[in-house]
């Protein structure tokens, strides 16, 4: 199936499917002489694992990764790095796509008319992004940027940013920075825990220390860049930078980003989130990301089977009363992996650069 490769200077490919017997991802692009263990990464995988504690969570599953080329003695080699992730909840069912009831709110159907073959793809997908964001960070943080993602609001719970605190961020079980906003949104949890349904919520991401002008005026604008990565993940229906959509309802005077010299050129406010013209203008890219509830919860649903009889679907293995939490790391291993395609391409687009790479 075409559409499963991301990137052009780094690029990743994964592989998953449902009912299959594992998860993987071929990373090309990796520069030799980084650093990096399976520990490395395993640590990032753990980020996408609940807690045991979590009601919300009705699917506890491990992902353990195992580095099949790209690596010697804990040192990469300049060749693709493959890997492959176990995971735990995984069932293999077989003849399960013999006769089904389509699932509401999936893409059962649309991919049965596509592929033939219906459940073509799964959430799990998400374990692969998230390995290959361990890699991506991992070279990232050798030139000074870092990522702050956290869970900004999950159905009507919002944090107060004077309230956020990275220490309760640490603890918190739904990756909330305000702790009143997590223990009001674990209530609310564990109220449709109860009920058998679902909720969505929003990722908040922070990315501080990259540097001005990544990114292209055209077609592969930094944001436009960044909003197809993270648009890409399941359950994510909307992206924005800055101020937003709350942005449409302004006027210029009060939006428009100032200027001024302080050790250079710097921005007097960032209500773009550290994007203009298509291009990062040094100060911080601010993103959100707005997850819709999944649509697989454990009330009745009206649906047909592949027979085209009307049925009535109940999950009796549903899903997570949220992803949201879970979800923090995929955003971020996404922006991740794009930051780094672009500034990868950004080598080569000046002559300058070239010339002293080569000279």
Same mark, same amino acid.
């Given at each position: 199936?075409?559409?499963?490769?991301?990137?052009?200077?780094?690029?990743?490919?994964?592989? /998953?499917?449902?009912?299959?017997?594992?998860?993987?991802?071929?990373?090309?692009?990796?520069?030799?002489?980084?650093?990096?263990?399976?520990?490395?990464?395993?640590?990032?995988?753990?980020?996408?694992?609940?807690?045991?504690?979590?009601?919300?969570?009705?699917?506890?599953?491990?992902?353990?990764?195992?580095?099949?080329?790209?690596?010697?003695? %804990? *040192?990469?080699?300049?060749?693709?790095?493959?890997?492959?992730?176990?995971?735990?909840?995984?069932?293999?069912?077989? %003849?399960?796509?013999?006769?089904? *009831?389509?699932?509401?709110?999936? %893409?059962?159907?649309?991919?049965?008319?596509?592929?033939?073959?219906?459940?073509?793809?799964?959430?799990? !997908?998400?374990?692969?992004?998230?390995?290959?964001?361990?890699?991506?960070?991992?070279? @990232?943080?050798?030139?000074?940027?870092?990522?702050?993602?956290? #869970?900004?609001?999950?159905?009507?719970?919002?944090?107060?940013?004077?309230?956020?605190?990275?220490?309760?961020?640490?603890?918190?079980?739904?990756?909330?920075? !305000?702790?009143?906003?997590?223990?009001?949104?674990?209530?609310?949890?564990?109220?449709?825990?109860?009920?058998?349904?679902? &909720?969505?919520?929003?990722?908040?991401?922070? *990315?501080?220390?990259?540097?001005?002008?990544?990114?292209? &005026?055209? =077609? !592969?604008?930094?944001?436009?860049?960044?909003?197809?990565?993270?648009?890409? $993940?399941?359950?994510?229906?909307?992206?924005? =930078?800055?101020?937003?959509?709350?942005?449409?309802?302004?006027?210029?005077?009060?939006?428009?980003?100032?200027?001024?010299?302080?050790?250079?050129?710097?921005?007097?406010?960032?209500?773009?989130?550290? /994007?203009?013209?298509?291009?990062?203008? %040094?100060?911080? *890219? $601010?993103?959100?990301?707005? =997850?819709?509830?999944?649509?697989?919860?454990? @009330?009745?649903?009206?649906?047909?089977?592949?027979?085209?009889?009307?049925?009535?679907?109940?999950?009796?293995?549903?899903?997570?009363?949220?992803?949201?939490?879970?979800?923090?790391? #995929? #955003?971020?291993?996404?922006?991740?992996?794009?930051? @780094? !395609?672009?500034?990868?391409?950004?080598?080569?687009?000046?002559?300058?650069?070239?010339?002293?790479?080569?000279?």
């Amino acid at each position: 199936m075409a559409g499963a490769t991301f990137g052009k200077n780094f690029s990743i490919t994964s592989w /998953v499917e449902t009912g299959g017997n594992g998860i993987g991802v071929v990373i090309d692009g990796v520069p030799a002489g980084l650093e990096l263990g399976e520990n490395d990464i395993q640590a990032y995988m753990n980020r996408r694992r609940p807690t045991a504690a979590c009601l919300f969570a009705r699917r506890h599953e491990n992902d353990f990764v195992t580095v099949n080329s790209g690596l010697q003695n %804990g *040192i990469t080699n300049g060749t693709p790095l493959s890997m492959t992730i176990i995971n735990s909840a995984i069932k293999y069912r077989p %003849g399960e796509e013999e006769r089904f *009831i389509y699932r509401p709110g999936t %893409g059962d159907a649309a991919y049965e008319v596509k592929y033939g073959i219906a459940r073509r793809v799964t959430d799990r !997908d998400n374990a692969a992004r998230t390995a290959a964001g361990a890699v991506a960070t991992a070279i @990232l943080e050798k030139l000074g940027i870092s990522f702050c993602s956290y #869970v900004r609001s999950i159905g009507p719970v919002s944090i107060k940013y004077g309230n956020c605190s990275l220490d309760v961020l640490k603890t918190s079980p739904v990756n909330m920075p !305000d702790a009143e906003a997590s223990e009001r949104a674990v209530e609310y949890l564990k109220e449709l825990s109860a009920e058998k349904n679902t &909720a969505g919520g929003v990722v908040e991401l922070i *990315i501080s220390g990259v540097p001005a002008g990544v990114g292209s &005026a055209f =077609f !592969d604008k930094l944001d436009a860049r960044l909003a197809a990565a993270v648009m890409s $993940i399941d359950l994510v229906r909307g992206v924005e =930078f800055g101020d937003g959509f709350a942005i449409a309802g302004q006027q210029g005077s009060s939006v428009s980003d100032g200027f001024a010299i302080e050790s250079g050129v710097v921005k007097t406010s960032n209500h773009s989130g550290g /994007v203009l013209g298509g291009v990062s203008d %040094g100060s911080e *890219i $601010i993103l959100r990301a707005a =997850f819709a509830p999944s649509p697989l919860t454990g @009330l009745k649903m009206s649906s047909i089977d592949s027979d085209g009889s009307p049925a009535e679907l109940e999950l009796a293995d549903a899903a997570e009363t949220t992803t949201v939490p879970r979800s923090v790391v #995929v #955003v971020e291993s996404m922006a991740a992996v794009t930051i @780094l !395609d672009l500034l990868f391409e950004n080598m080569h687009s000046k002559l300058d650069g070239i010339v002293d790479f080569y000279k």
